[in-house]
Structure formats: structure tokens, C-alpha cells
């Protein structure tokens, strides 16, 4: 499960993807080239044992003497002595065609030398014993027919066992192995971040639209218009990119005709119901009257909202610097007479210097009216609510109604969403559409900033409003 969950994390990158198999094809190559120059300095050492083999048969066939029918081997004495040594590793031996031997090193050279023996070639002929006898008890030989003067032939076998030039060789191979991959490993590393360096410029018109395909949604919402120019990208993304500007083209005919159905449609209900709340508030009492003229009255609200979300889904806001105190003390200041109905202490509180920060104050004002309404309605009678703005740029609603579960507390934003099973209000004043807190989201995303939900010790909820300081 961990190395299906590892697996997935490393393929779910597209850069990490691509930058282990070009690591991968860089060991690859490295290992080829090591195993290459192994060989090399392998068959080098080969090459130099039989060229040794070589100059000593030369030696030997220089030293034979023919006489009297036998076959003698006079070297000069540096030579010889290194063939009477035992540790000097050099054995030989000279027999006829019958595998009679006529001359050798020492009484053990036929006996250490008789993988040859057997061997008549009309060629000399390079042997060892590598494979039988092992690298450490390897002996290299080379046998060399001769011609006597009585026209038959002879054999001269010069052998060598694994000697100090074997060590040396090998020791002077590891130690070039041992530089080489001393050379190579700084080298992978620099290719490794080459490669990643490579590949990260490479991806960057893909990041660049990723950017572009961020903005889409917003650009959609506000203009119903959006398109991808998708400069420099590649020519095998162009059809996704092509592909995706036809979706959106009929992504943007389906939104702008929703917008203006919800807009003309909120539009067409505004009079109908102003009309129908001015006749049932003209009519004699009869009983359900007051819960009439509420349904009324939220269904008004409800219409409202809708058409501000069709104007903001239409227009983007307009923002500047602006400080933030007097904005949110207007907005809590025309609500006081609602509270002072609905038995609610509004009260209001700022910092004594400026908070400046980027809003839309027509925005930001509907934003706060929501807030403030919706915890007017959600609050017991004779509670206190409380608007602050504080230093680092925020607005904060308190109230001290029933509070909203932890787990509910991220879908408050929702659209028409209510709370559970459509939960009356505190105060009495009725339960409200459900789109007041949906609006205020969409407000804070237009702001570039973010609205929030938290508990309040003690009973109730915080409502913030979290701006970009300006």
C-alpha cells in the first residue's frame, strides 16, 4: 500500500516524472560507459599479457640449439634467472611431435604446463587456464611450433602465472576505475540538475497555462467571454488547448444565458410582489395574515438576492484603497432602527487610526447588510451584536444566537443553504433565504479576500471578512 501510495505521488508530477527518466537514461549511459571501459582496460591487460608471452617466445626461439640431434636452451643469464626462480611466476618447455619433452625450466615445468601438451598447432597459439584453475592461479601460455633442421617439429611452451605485473595491471585498473567513477559522480549530479534545470524551462509554458486556465473562471463569471491564448506552447498541447476554447465558448453561451434568465426573471418579480405586499398590508386583518405578509416579505428578500447575484455575476467589482472604518460604521448605523425592532443592541467598534484596504463600497456595504441581518435573525432578544474592524484589515459580526456546528461550518457560504431542517430564527423575525451568506462569499472572492466562521465562546458564531490591506 506505501509503495502503491509512493508510486502515485511520484507519477502524478509531470516534471518529477520526466526528470527520473532522463536520470534514469543518464545511469544507463553512465553504466555502459563504465562497463565499456572495463572491457577496455580488460582486454588492454590481455593484450599486454600476450605481447609479454610474445617477447619471451622470441627469447626462447633465440636461445634453441640444435646439436647433435637434441635441442638445448642457452639464455642470457638475466633471462634464465628468471626462469629458475619459483616466484618469478616464468615456466617453459620445449617437446617433439611424440609429446617427448627435450628441454624445460625445472623438473615441474611439463607438469605445470601440460594443459599444452596435448596441443600440436601448426600456428602459435595463446592459451590459458583462467576458466579451470581460477584468476588467482592463472596460468597464461603460448604455444609456438618450430621447424628443426631435420624437418620435423618441435614445440616451445613459455608460460606465466599470475605474477606482480598481474597485480600491478589490476591494481592500476581499479585504481582508474576508482578516479573514474570519482570523475563521473560530480558529473551525474550537475547532469541530474542540468536535466532538472532543462526540463523545468521546458515545462514553463505549461505553468504559464495553468496560470492562464486559473484565471478562465473568473474571466467566464464576469464577462462570459473566456478564451485561452495559450502563447508558446507547445505544438503537441495546442489541440487540448483548442479543444478546451470550443468548451468554453459553449460554456460561456450557456452561463450568459442563465445570468440573464435569473436577472430577468428576479426583475420581472419585483413589481408582482411589491404589489402583493402592498395590498395584503392594506387588507383588514384575518388570521395568517402576519405569516402571509413574512412569506411575502421573504420571498422579496429571496428575488432581491437573486438579482444581485445576476449583477455580480455580470459585473466585477471596482476596487480602491479606501478605509474601512467609515464604510462598515454607515452600513452598521442604517441597521440600528431593525435591531431596536427586533430587541438587539448593535454595537460597533475601530481601531482610532485608519485600516485601509481594497473595496467596493456598494459591494462591501450589501456584504456587511447581510451579515448583520443574519445575525440580528439568529440572535435571542435582548442580545448584543457586535461589528468590529480590526488592525489587520478585517470585519467581524458577533452575535450570541444557537451557533453553528463544526462540521456545518464550511457549508454555511453554500447557496440556500439554511442550517438544519430550515432552523427558525432566535428573534422571531423568520428564517432567511438562504443566499445572504452565498452572496457575501462571492463579494469576498471578487475582493480578492475571504470570508469565515467560527464559534464564539460562551454561545454564538464570529462572521469575518478578511480584505487585502491597502
Same mark, same amino acid.
Given at each position: ?7 502515485? =505521488? ?29 572491457? *577496455? ?5 590481455? @593484450? ?23 635441442? =638445448? ?12 626462480? =619459483?616466484?618469478?611466476?616464468? !615456466? ?39 576458466? @579451470? ?40 585498473? !581499479? ?23 532543462? *526540463? ?6 505549461? /505553468? ?27 505544438? &503537441?498541447?495546442?489541440? !487540448? ?7 468554453? !465558448?459553449?460554456?460561456? /453561451? ?49 428575488? @432581491? ?60 456595504? &450589501? ?40 462540521? &456545518? ?32 462569499? &462571492? ?8 470570508? *469565515?466562521? *467560527? ?12 480584505? =487585502? /490591506?491597502?
Amino acid at each position: 500500500m506505501a509503495l502503491k501510495h509512493v508510486s502515485g =505521488r511520484l507519477t502524478d508530477s509531470l516534471l518529477l516524472g520526466l526528470v527520473l527518466r532522463l536520470v534514469l537514461i543518464l545511469l544507463l549511459v553512465l553504466g555502459g560507459v563504465i562497463w565499456v571501459v572495463d572491457r *577496455t582496460l580488460e582486454q588492454a591487460g590481455d @593484450r599486454a599479457q600476450d605481447e609479454l608471452l610474445r617477447r619471451q617466445s622470441a627469447e626462447l626461439l633465440a636461445g634453441l640449439v640444435f646439436r647433435g640431434g637434441g635441442v =638445448r636452451v642457452e639464455l642470457p643469464n638475466d633471462v634464465a634467472a628468471a626462469y629458475f626462480r =619459483r616466484d618469478s611466476g616464468y !615456466v617453459y618447455s620445449v617437446y617433439d611431435d611424440k609429446g617427448k619433452v627435450l628441454a624445460e625450466s625445472n623438473p615441474m615445468a611439463s607438469t605445470w604446463l601440460s594443459p599444452s601438451m596435448a596441443l600440436y598447432p601448426a600456428v602459435a597459439t595463446m592459451l590459458d587456464t583462467r576458466e @579451470r584453475d581460477g584468476a588467482e592461479r592463472a596460468l597464461y601460455m603460448l604455444v609456438q611450433p618450430v621447424d628443426t633442421p631435420r624437418n620435423n617439429k618441435i614445440f616451445v611452451v613459455v608460460g606465466q602465472y599470475r605474477t606482480i605485473d598481474d597485480v600491478l595491471m589490476n591494481a592500476a585498473r !581499479v585504481a582508474l576505475m576508482r578516479d573514474l567513477l570519482l570523475l563521473i559522480g560530480p558529473l551525474f549530479l550537475l547532469a541530474v540538475l542540468a536535466v532538472t534545470g532543462l *526540463t523545468r524551462s521546458a515545462l514553463g509554458p505549461l /505553468r504559464a497555462l495553468s496560470r492562464e486556465v486559473a484565471a478562465v473562471g473568473s474571466k467566464l463569471r464576469m464577462d462570459g467571454v473566456a478564451r485561452i491564448e495559450g502563447r508558446n506552447i507547445p505544438r &503537441e498541447i495546442r489541440p !487540448v488547448v483548442n479543444a478546451f476554447n470550443d468548451v468554453l !465558448v459553449e460554456l460561456g /453561451r450557456s452561463l450568459s444565458a442563465q445570468q440573464a434568465l435569473t436577472a430577468d426573471t428576479a426583475h420581472q418579480l419585483k413589481t408582482p410582489l411589491a404589489v402583493m405586499q402592498a395590498r395584503l398590508e392594506q387588507l383588514a386583518d384575518f388570521k395568517g395574515k402576519a405569516d402571509v405578509l413574512r412569506d411575502v416579505h421573504r420571498m422579496d428578500r429571496l428575488v @432581491r438576492q437573486l438579482l444581485h447575484f445576476a449583477v455580480l455575476s455580470q459585473n466585477s467589482a471596482t476596487l480602491k484603497v479606501t478605509d474601512l472604518t467609515p464604510v462598515v460604521r454607515e452600513v452598521v448605523g442604517s441597521m440600528v432602527p431593525l435591531a431596536r425592532k427586533q430587541r438587539i443592541e448593535l454595537r460597533f467598534d475601530a481601531p482610532d487610526r485608519a485600516v485601509n484596504v481594497w473595496l467596493d463600497e456598494l459591494q462591501v456595504g &450589501e456584504a456587511i447588510v447581510n451579515l448583520v441581518d443574519n445575525a440580528i435573525r439568529h440572535s435571542p432578544k435582548d442580545s448584543i451584536v457586535e461589528v468590529v474592524v480590526t488592525k489587520v484589515g478585517s470585519i467581524e459580526v458577533r452575535d450570541r444566537g444557537a451557533g453553528i456546528p463544526p462540521h &456545518e461550518q464550511g457549508l454555511v457560504f453554500n447557496r440556500f443553504w439554511q442550517g438544519p431542517a430550515g432552523e427558525p430564527s432566535k428573534s422571531g423575525a423568520g428564517t432567511g433565504s438562504g443566499l445572504g451568506l452565498a452572496l457575501v462569499a &462571492e463579494i469576498m472572492r471578487q475582493h480578492g479576500g475571504n470570508a *469565515t466562521v *467560527t464559534s464564539r465562546n460562551g454561545g454564538g458564531s464570529v462572521f469575518e471578512l478578511e480584505f =487585502r /490591506r491597502g
